[in-house]
């Protein structure tokens, strides 16, 4: 669709702020996976939206308060199942159970995160949102 850009941003510890509001300040959707880089909303529109991806058995609320201060929705997805066999025995533990244990939370972090269809569908459906929103 025409309408639709898409710009890939990396992470580089030297990148000045003013560097980062320049390249997010006419971001209407931010698509990261879950991390300090969330940060970046501060330098969003208002009504503009995030979505942070999760591992799996790795969920934290952390910077959805920072994205309802400065007007930016705030959408995740989560892994649901581990991307790697040496976390396959997670699945043998609560979500909430692993959060509380420090080893396990760590470990969970620290899969990858996967972008399934649905997950992608998900993103899409947030951007079409976000669309008709802004031509209304």
Request: hydrophobic content about 40%; aromatic content about 12%; overall charge positive.
């Amino acid at each position: 669709d025409a309408r639709w850009g898409i710009n890939i941003l990396y992470h580089d510890e030297s990148m000045h702020p003013c560097q980062l509001h320049a390249a997010l300040r006419h971001t209407t959707l931010y698509l990261t996976t879950h991390g300090f880089q969330s940060t970046a909303v501060m330098f969003m529109r208002r009504g503009s939206a995030i979505v942070e991806g999760f591992p799996y058995k790795y969920f934290k609320r952390s910077y959805e308060p920072l994205a309802a201060a400065f007007g930016v929705a705030h959408h995740w997805t989560q892994n649901p199942r581990p991307t790697s066999g040496s976390r396959e025995w997670l699945r043998l533990v609560p979500q909430s159970w692993c959060m509380g244990i420090n080893r396990c939370r760590s470990l969970a972090r620290g899969d990858n995160v996967a972008m399934p269809n649905n997950h992608i569908d998900f993103v899409v459906g947030v951007a079409e949102d976000l669309a008709y929103q802004r031509q209304r």
